[in-house]
């Protein structure tokens, strides 16, 4: 493994925060507050939680976690899949996007294979509707608290991390009561969740904290908003039109 980016066939390379490392086939890479890629010392995050390796000539990517999933999507956040503790998936892009939160952090990686399964994009619809992504029509409302909740990432250039507002902060930086914002996230999750999006449903075993990182985690790496909806933030007709 090295920290340059080659081009060889049959190789996978990994990119957080401007870095690169290349694995060839027959190694294993290991990603968490230890191993080849460390990301951070973060008490939230499992010493050893994401594991890339080739087995049976394909590239996986495996949950080695114990309580942590990954939310896995292809570059242009078409096909979306979460990554559970102990489950693996192949990795068949040519490019794809890792995102993942532990605590109040939310952390973002890439993968590119040299020799990808797919070389195009999946159909929009797959046989049991559970992976896909569907276009989700939201309010302008709903939508600047999601661009809210997800500015630090939103602002971020490229992969790496960034640590979330707390709704009291989201809600200040909208000029709303926290009441409401908390009302319209209960909506949005509600409507993403009927979407079939999980880790949003709410009740007594689902944090709040968790709850906001979920939403974070699904809109970005399903592309639902982008750096150009930062806009929003910063628009005061539409900041006033929402209130």
Same mark, same amino acid.
């Given at each position: 493994?090295?920290?340059?980016?080659?081009?060889?066939?049959?190789?996978?390379?990994?990119?957080?925060?401007? +870095?690169?490392?290349?694995? *060839? %086939?027959?190694?294993?890479? /290991?990603?968490?507050?230890?191993?080849?890629?460390?990301?951070?010392?973060?008490?939230?995050?499992?010493?050893?939680?994401? *594991?890339?390796?080739?087995?049976?000539?394909?590239?996986?990517?495996? &949950?080695?976690?114990?309580? /942590?999933?990954?939310?896995?999507?292809?570059?242009?956040?078409? !096909?979306?899949?979460?990554?559970?503790?102990?489950?693996?998936?192949?990795?068949?892009?040519?490019?794809?996007?890792?995102?993942?939160?532990?605590?109040?952090?939310?952390?973002?990686? *890439?993968?590119?294979?040299?020799?990808?399964?797919?070389?195009?994009?999946?159909? +929009? !619809?797959?046989?049991?509707?559970?992976?896909?992504?569907?276009?989700?029509? /939201?309010?302008?409302?709903?939508?600047?608290?999601?661009?809210?909740?997800?500015?630090?990432?939103?602002?971020?250039?490229?992969?790496?991390?960034?640590?979330? %507002?707390?709704?009291?902060?989201?809600?200040?930086?909208?000029?709303?009561?926290?009441?409401?914002? &908390?009302?319209?996230?209960? &909506?949005?999750?509600?409507?993403?969740?009927?979407?079939?999006?999980?880790?949003?449903?709410?009740?007594?075993? *689902?944090?709040?904290? &968790?709850?906001?990182?979920?939403?974070?985690?699904?809109?970005?790496?399903?592309?639902?908003?982008?750096?150009?909806?930062?806009?929003?933030?910063?628009?005061?007709?539409?900041?006033?039109?929402?209130?």
């Amino acid at each position: 493994m090295s920290s340059v980016e080659p081009e060889q066939t049959g190789t996978v390379t990994i990119e957080y925060a401007g +870095e690169y490392f290349t694995v *060839s %086939p027959g190694q294993q890479f /290991l990603i968490g507050r230890e191993g080849d890629l460390e990301l951070d010392d973060n008490r939230f995050l499992h010493r050893l939680f994401l *594991s890339v390796e080739e087995a049976g000539g394909m590239w996986w990517l495996v &949950n080695i976690g114990s309580r /942590l999933s990954a939310t896995v999507t292809d570059t242009e956040g078409r !096909v979306q899949a979460q990554l559970a503790p102990g489950a693996r998936l192949p990795i068949v892009f040519a490019s794809t996007t890792v995102v993942f939160s532990a605590g109040p952090t939310t952390y973002e990686l *890439s993968i590119t294979t040299a020799q990808p399964a797919f070389r195009e994009t999946l159909p +929009e !619809v797959d046989a049991d509707g559970d992976s896909t992504i569907g276009a989700v029509p /939201l309010t302008v409302s709903q939508k600047l608290l999601i661009v809210a909740l997800a500015e630090p990432v939103l602002r971020r250039e490229g992969t790496g991390m960034s640590e979330l %507002p707390s709704s009291a902060g989201a809600a200040e930086r909208l000029g709303w009561a926290l009441t409401r914002f &908390n009302r319209k996230l209960d &909506n949005v999750c509600d409507k993403l969740d009927r979407q079939g999006v999980p880790g949003l449903r709410g009740g007594v075993t *689902s944090s709040a904290t &968790n709850r906001r990182v979920r939403l974070v985690e699904h809109a970005v790496a399903s592309r639902l908003i982008t750096r150009a909806d930062l806009a929003m933030l910063d628009d005061p007709e539409l900041l006033e039109s929402a209130r």
